[in-house]
């Protein structure tokens, strides 16, 4: 356990973190970089990301409160804060390895064994072993308790038939969490399912990629036919799949392992709308004075500045006593939603413009706002739509009864 | 974008949330806030006794004039859970008439005025006419100098508690100036005070008649004054007022939840139908957009700039959101909620009679554009 920070040393770490990204963030490589890990579509910004995370981790800005022991920094978590807070302020480009940063990792440190440890964090922390996420299928895509890849067991390992599709950088991913069923009869469709930190340069597993609504790629379907893997890819016991898959969702709010740091999305910057508003005109006059979009326009800022603080807000437990679930659920859903609402609406300040898209001059920033509107969906629809978003918060926070 | 508050508590708010959370609680039943729709006075003499003796109405008055030295942000916790509860007294505008005497205020008014009202004097304000307009500096009541007196004229309405209050503070227009001055209950003519009838049953209000009324010249506030009485009397009340709804919006919302959790039709519970739960959950998210917006409004209160940007964005907040859940509570509550003994109702004309009083959520909205965007 790490000590309570000194303050002195705080400040000089935090210092110098501020220095590092100042000095080493690049922000236009003279291509377009991903706003978030789900959107690396072509091999130069892959290239460049994985080098840039490689960078930040060397430099001891990633990872930072992850035990020495497995390649982290075994500083206490304030360090890391420090150095995402220097990030955030020169808006350094994300962190590409988010599945093996954001979910194996803190279930590998959570309850993973000394050998998977030693195995796995260090590669995921410098972005030499790219990970992804095997858990929607094309069958079922919201119903995830319903998953049949199947995993048979044979000898001293196991046998993979099925598919998994969304797969982020699954063409490019040297391992994969993997929700499959070990059991058809089990006594219900969760009990049936097994945890997997599964290979994917084997024989059997290939890949398609599947091109997304902004004419972009990202996503891959992985196939997987009479793929054998060993038992030791097996993670948390058969049967435990699902509480295991719950589980990585949960490290996301820190409590259980110290947060490995950086951010894997970007988060929107409300005053660029701002000012692409301000820059905007309508008959002839500012867009803003347009009674109906300014109306509109401060009841967004409203609105993001409610979701920037309810993330203050949900570290203070003294406000948070009534429904303490209710911030920490519902984050999801309200943040993607503004996002694609507010993307939408940025869309009506160009008038003419609107027709243009990304590859053409005569587009509104090449295109960003539609290619960010179009990409917003990835968000409301993956890691569980709105609507199941909206069963979650009612059912987990609310204490309504499970809709059937 | 600079001008956007913060968020954060303080100790003594905390612990005053959860004395007030219980105490609103326990002493307000909704039977109790029903029986006291039929009563005159519209709210317990008793309680109201208690929450003088409890120090809350001196909380934001400084300890020079008897108050306890906090500030707004420690009445906060206190006006939500009345708004919680349906909880009736002068409070509010009790604590909005010291707010006015601190902010224009002679030494020797402040110094006569408010030990009484920190130790549980009823007070109220008489700002709105029948224009109907949002903006207090509309003034058309005046009043004509003559000496030391001052001759009074026109109506002032929307009076709230004024029948209870022994101090009301008016404001009108002497020689085209902004001016607010202090009336004292007993000095009014018979007749004066009308009770009205308001969309909000749990309250009491009045029209004022100031014909015919005379107050000494020293009743009046500082005449350079009158701007930051009106700025500062706007903020505390949209403060307070998105406070209270915001607790209303937090009860109608669990009020809704227990009848969504209990009912059912076609042999299944209600609750399970996603017609019913994901709007439900869509309100639930906007109510605690409100409540971070009222404890940053809370603590952003003090701050130039940012204090009305954050009241204005949580009065905004709150009157939409308990608005639109009290609205879907009656629809939800099918027939019943049609009927009065149905406490949507109750919430649902709350918040309407919120929005009239500080101007509801577009009207804010004007005014924050302006500064934000301008």
Known sequence: MAEKPDAAELKDYSQAADAWFKENTVRDPGFMLPLTFMEVSTDEQFDFLREWQRKVYEAGYLGAAWPKEYGGGGLHTDFQRAATRAMKKYDAPIMLNAIGNGWAGPLILDLGSEEQKQKYIKGMLNAEDIWCQGFSEPEHGSDLGNAQLKAVKDGDGYVLNGSKIWTSLGDRAKYMILLARTDFEAENKYKGLSFFLNPMKIDGISTSRIKKLTGEYGFVQTFFTDARISADCLFGGEGNGWSMAMKTLEYERGAKVKPVGGYFVKELDVMQIVELAKNSTRNGKPLLDDPVMRDKMTQYMIDIQALNLNNTRRRMPQLMQDKPMGLPLMNKLARTELIRELTEFSLGFQGTKAGYYVGDENAVDDGYWHRSYLNSFSATIGGGTSEIQRNIVAEHALGLPKTR | ?374
């Not at chain 2, 009074?152 to 309405?157: A, F, I, R, V, W």
């Not at chain 2, 700025?231 to 009020?255: R, S, W």
């Not at chain 2, 918040?351 to 934000?372: F, T, V």
């Open chain 2, 1 to 374: 974008m600079d001008n956007l508050g913060n968020i954060g508590t303080t100790e003594e708010q905390i612990e005053l949330m959860d004395v007030a959370t219980n105490f609103c609680r326990d002493k307000s039943p909704v039977e109790k806030v029903r029986a006291l729709i039929d009563d005159d006075l519209g709210y317990d003499p008793a309680i109201w006794r208690e929450v003088g003796e409890l120090g809350w109405l001196a909380i934001a008055i400084p300890e020079a004039h008897g108050g306890v030295g906090l500030s707004m942000a420690e009445v906060v916790p206190i006006a939500e859970q009345m708004g919680r509860n349906l909880m009736s007294t002068p409070f509010g505008t009790t604590t909005l008439a010291a707010q006015a005497l601190l902010a224009g205020g002679t030494e020797a008014q402040q110094a006569a005025w408010l030990p009484k009202i920190s130790e549980g004097m009823a007070a109220t304000l008489a700002l709105r006419e029948d224009h109907g307009d949002w903006d207090l500096a509309h003034v058309e009541c005046s009043g004509t100098q003559s000496g030391d007196s001052l001759t009074l004229s026109g109506k002032k309405q929307l009076v709230l508690w004024a029948d209870s209050a022994e101090l009301i503070i008016v404001s009108v227009k002497v020689d085209e100036r902004l001016r607010f001055a202090l009336i004292e209950r007993s000095a009014l003519p018979e007749g004066a005070l009308r009770r009205e009838q308001i969309i909000d049953e749990t309250a009491r209000s009045y029209e004022l008649t100031l014909d015919g009324l005379s107050v000494s010249t020293d009743a009046l506030l500082d005449v350079d004054r009158g701007r930051e009485v009106i700025e500062k009397v706007e903020l505390a009340a949209g403060l307070v007022h998105a406070a209270e709804m915001t607790g209303g919006a937090q009860a109608v919302i669990d009020y809704t939840l227990d009848y969504l959790k209990t009912r059912k039709q076609f042999d299944k519970i209600i609750g399970s139908y996603q017609a019913l739960k994901h709007p439900t959950v869509n309100n639930y998210v906007e109510y605690e957009k409100a409540r971070t917006h009222l404890y940053s409004a809370a603590h952003s209160w003090g701050e130039q700039g940012r204090g009305e940007v954050a009241v204005r964005m949580a009065a905004a907040q709150a009157h939409d959101s308990y608005s639109q859940a009290a609205d879907r509570s009656i629809q939800f509550h099918g027939g019943f909620g049609f009927t009065h003994d149905c406490d949507a109702q109750l919430h649902r004309r709350k918040a309407i009679m919120n929005g009239a009083l500080i101007g509801d959520a577009p009207y804010q909205r004007s005014k924050l554009a302006g500064l934000l965007f301008d």
